[in-house]
T-cell receptor, first 113, second 111 residues
Framework: ETGVTQSPTHLIKTRGQQVTLRCSSQ?????VSWYQQALGQGPQFIFQ???????GRGNFPPRFSGLQFPNYSSELNVNALELDDSALYLC????????????FGEGSRLTVL | GESVGLHLPTLSVQEGDNSIINCAYS??????FIWYKQESGKGPQFIID?????DKRQGQRVTVLLNKTVKHLSLQIAATQPGDSAVYFC??????????FGKGTRLSVIA
């Protein structure tokens, strides 16, 4: 086990709705990255938070936003959901920024109908 | 990463044989490489990493080879077991940038 926990594990939303996904990082890890993994593809980088500040963002629109809290847990928020947002959302923590040594959670599987 | 289709490359091997999974990366500035294993319904799990100043690194039953000249990475699994069945991803990064994941290869072990 990686010590990274995500919730919820599965959820179903409809187009236009908003969703919040949560992640608790491994103890001692101050950096959290979020990835989107569509079916049959590799994870795609959404953004990273380091010490509560956004520290890099991939090619995702502004309706994807996030937060990191003082205890280093994190949230991913997606507004105005679209069908193509259906995917597995993965949270990964690491000690330090962009070390590459990511520890992934099991993911939150989002289905948008 | 590059855009990919829905069908993952697949490798089928007999239990006990060696497996070789290949990966091409595009960024010549990449200096750190990782192989991840992802089982069904789970998040990616770290297997082994290698830095650009090395061309080979060995772990328990696994070996990673790096050829920077042709931007190619491979993962060798010795004596493949049913528990090795999963999707394997290579990932690379350059300096202080996030990890970029490759397409993935599905390894199926035939008992």
């Amino acid at each position: 086990e990686t010590g990274v926990t995500q919730s919820p594990t599965h959820l179903i939303k409809t187009r236009g709705q908003q969703v919040t996904l949560r992640c608790s990082s491994q103890s001692g890890h101050n950096t959290v990255s979020w990835y989107q993994q569509a079916l049959g593809q590799g994870p795609q980088f959404i953004f990273q938070y380091y010490r509560e500040e956004e520290n890099g963002r991939g090619n995702f629109p502004p309706r994807f936003s996030g937060l990191q809290f003082p205890n280093y847990s994190s949230e991913l928020n997606v507004n105005a959901l679209e069908l193509d947002d259906s995917a597995l959302y993965l949270c990964a923590s690491e000690r330090g920024s962009n070390t590459g040594e990511l520890f992934f959670g099991e993911g939150s599987r989002l289905t948008v109908l | 990463g590059e855009s990919v289709g829905l069908h993952l490359p697949t490798l089928s091997v007999q239990e006990g044989d060696n497996s070789i999974i290949n990966c091409a990366y595009s960024n010549s500035a990449s200096d750190y490489f990782i192989w991840y294993k992802q089982e069904s319904g789970k998040g990616p799990q770290f297997i082994i990493d290698i830095r650009s100043n090395m061309d080979k690194r060995q772990g328990q039953r696994v070996t990673v080879l790096l050829n920077k000249t042709v931007k190619h990475l491979s993962l060798q699994i010795a004596a493949t077991q049913p528990g090795d069945s999963a999707v394997y991803f290579c990932a690379d990064k350059s300096g202080n940038t996030p990890l970029v994941f490759g397409k993935g290869t599905r390894l199926s072990v035939i008992a």
